[in-house]
C-alpha cells in the first residue's frame, strides 16, 4: 500500500504541477485598467494663459482673414492663394471628422472606465455619427423647402477669388447651358422637358445641371432652395467645429505632461480648421442684409477655444475630463460633430465643389487634380495631427 499511496501521490504532484504551468499564460494575459479623472493639471499657469491669447491669434487668422481678404472691398486677394486655402481647408474639415472627432468618439464611448449598462453595450458613436448623418440631410431637406431665411435672397452675390483659375482652366464656356436632352418631348409652361409620361428628360450631370448651394442658378424659384440648403449647411458646421473647439480647450487647460506638445498641435489645428471655416463663409451668397453674418461666425469660432481654456482654468480643481460622466459627454459630442463634418465634408463640400459646380466640371484636368491635392494635403496634415491632438 505504501508504494501504491506514493505512486498515486507522485501522480497527483504532477498534474497539480502541469496545471499550475497552464494557468501561469491566463495570469500574464491580466490587464489593469487605470481609470483616474483625467486632470493631470501640474501648473505653469503663465503658459497656459498664454495658450489662450495664441491660439487666439491663430484661429482669428484662419478663420476672419479669408473673408476679409475676399469680400474687404479695399482688398484684393490672388486667385490661386485662395484656390488653395478654400480646397485645402476642405480637406482639414474631412480629415477632422475621422481623426479628431469619431476616433475619439470611438475611444470614450468605447472606455473600459465606463459602468457597464446601455452605454457599452452598443456602439453608439458609429450609431450617433450615422443618425446625425440622415439627420444633416433631413434638415436640409426641410430648409430647402420652406424659407427659412426670408426673402432678401434676390442681391446675394457669390464671392469667390478661386474661380478665377477654374475659369482659366476651363475647356468650354463657364456657364454651361443645362445638358437636356433634345428632341424626346417638348419643354412646358415651366421650362422642364415634358416625354408625355410626366417624367423628365433631363439627363444631365447633376440633374439640373447646376450647384444646389446656388452658385450660379439659372432659374428663380431654385434660388429659394439654393439660399436656404447654404445657409443651412454653414450654420450646422459652424456647430460642429465650435462644440469640438469647446472640448478641446478644456482639455488643454488641465493637461499634464503633454500640455507643450498640445499647445503647440492645437495652435496649428485650430489655425487650419479656422481655415476651413474661413474660406467657406467667405465664399458663401450673403444677402445684402447680411452681410456682417460671416465676420460673426469666423469670430465666434475663434473665441471657442480661448474662452474654453480660460474656463477649464478657472475650475481646474474640479473638473474631470476622465470620468464616466465626462466620457460619454465627449462621446456622444464628439459623435454628433462627426456626423456633422462628414456629412458637410463629403456632400456639401467635396459632392458640390468637385462635380456638382459647373465651374469645376468644365476646368482642365490638371486643375481639378491640383484641387484634389489641396484637398488631400489637408486630411493628410490633420491626420498626421491625430497622433498627438
Not at 32 to 49: A, F, H, K, Q, W
Not at 323 to 350: C, H, M, Q, R
Not at 369 to 382: E, N, S, Y
Request: hydrophobic letters at 45%; one cysteine or more.
Amino acid at each position: 500500500m505504501s508504494l501504491l499511496s506514493a505512486t498515486v501521490g507522485a501522480i497527483l504532484r504532477i498534474r497539480q504541477e502541469d496545471d499550475s504551468a497552464g494557468a501561469e499564460p491566463e495570469s500574464g494575459l491580466s490587464v489593469s485598467v487605470d481609470c483616474d479623472t483625467g486632470n493631470e493639471y501640474d501648473g505653469r499657469m503663465g503658459l497656459r494663459i498664454s495658450s489662450i491669447f495664441v491660439i487666439l491669434v491663430g484661429s482669428l487668422f484662419g478663420a476672419v482673414l479669408p473673408i476679409v481678404l475676399a469680400r474687404g472691398s479695399k482688398m484684393s486677394v490672388n486667385g490661386t492663394a485662395f484656390f488653395v486655402a478654400k480646397y485645402f481647408g476642405s480637406g482639414v474639415i474631412i480629415g477632422t471628422a475621422f481623426m479628431h472627432l469619431l476616433s475619439p468618439a470611438f475611444a470614450a464611448l468605447g472606455s473600459p472606465c465606463l459602468p457597464e449598462g446601455a452605454i457599452t453595450q452598443y456602439d453608439w458613436a458609429a450609431g450617433i455619427c450615422l443618425m446625425t448623418v440622415f439627420s444633416m440631410f433631413t434638415i436640409e431637406l426641410l430648409a430647402s423647402r420652406f424659407d427659412l431665411f426670408g426673402h432678401d435672397h434676390e442681391d446675394a452675390k457669390p464671392v469667390d477669388p478661386s474661380l478665377d483659375v477654374l475659369k482659366g482652366g476651363s475647356n468650354t464656356s463657364a456657364s454651361p447651358a443645362r445638358d437636356i436632352e433634345a428632341g424626346r418631348g417638348k419643354e412646358n409652361g415651366s421650362g422642364s422637358v415634358d416625354n408625355g409620361l410626366g417624367l423628365p428628360n433631363d439627363v444631365s450631370y447633376p440633374p439640373g445641371g447646376e450647384d444646389h448651394l446656388g452658385h450660379q442658378r439659372e432659374h428663380h424659384d431654385d434660388s429659394h432652395a439654393a439660399l436656404a440648403a447654404q445657409m443651412t449647411a454653414i450654420f450646422i458646421l459652424e456647430f460642429g467645429v465650435i462644440f469640438h473647439s469647446i472640448f478641446i480647450g478644456l482639455t488643454l487647460a488641465v493637461a499634464g505632461e503633454e500640455f507643450t506638445v498640445l499647445y503647440i498641435v492645437l495652435v496649428f489645428h485650430q489655425t487650419f480648421e479656422g481655415l476651413g471655416l474661413g474660406s467657406r463663409l467667405a465664399t458663401a451668397r450673403w444677402p445684402r442684409s447680411k452681410q456682417w453674418m460671416p465676420y460673426l461666425l469666423g469670430f465666434g469660432y475663434a473665441i471657442s477655444t480661448p474662452i474654453s481654456i480660460a474656463i477649464g482654468l478657472g475650475v481646474r480643481s474640479t473638473l474631470q475630463p476622465g470620468s464616466p460622466k465626462s466620457l460619454i459627454i465627449n462621446g456622444v459630442f464628439d459623435s454628433i460633430s462627426a456626423g456633422i463634418l462628414i456629412y458637410t465634408g463629403l456632400v456639401e463640400l467635396l459632392a458640390h465643389e468637385f462635380m456638382f459646380n459647373s465651374y469645376m466640371r468644365n476646368a482642365g484636368l490638371k486643375v481639378q487634380l491640383f484641387a484634389l491635392g489641396c484637398v488631400a494635403l489637408g486630411c493628410g496634415l490633420m491626420a498626421v495631427l491625430a497622433e498627438w491632438a
